[in-house]
């Protein structure tokens, strides 16, 4: 049975920082192409950053403040969040993929609110 179990959301003052963490059992996600969404309410999920074999990708929300990496010793990857704003608010949501094959975990919420 494959999991990605996601944590380190919670509260935060604008300007503050979270890191995300996301641990894969079940898969090698050092083949999988492992992603950040997040989504807000009342939007549509949205990408936020990509981590694959060819290097680290992001969208714009995210780039600049946000890193995505991974330790595939521990199986995980994670979004390191900098300078976070109001509208960054919003569940984020781990994601493998592999050909025909992905995987959800069951997301966490990050609040950026003074």
């Known amino acids: 049975q494959v999991q990605l179990v996601e944590s380190g959301g919670g509260l935060v003052q604008p300007g503050g920082s979270l890191r995300l963490s996301c641990t894969a059992s079940?898969?090698?996600?050092?083949?999988?192409?492992m992603r950040w969404y997040r989504q807000a309410p009342g939007k549509q999920r949205e990408l936020v950053a990509t981590?694959?074999?060819?290097?680290?990708y992001y969208e714009h929300p995210a780039k600049g403040r946000f890193t995505i990496s991974r330790d595939n010793s521990k199986n995980s990857v994670y979004l390191q969040m900098d300078n976070l704003k109001p509208e960054d608010t919003a569940v984020y949501f781990c994601h493998a993929a592999l050909a025909t094959n992905e995987y959800w975990g069951q997301g966490i919420q990050v609040t950026v609110s003074s």
């Open positions: 079940g898969i090698n996600i050092g083949i999988y192409i």
């Open positions: 981590s694959r074999l060819g290097g680290n």
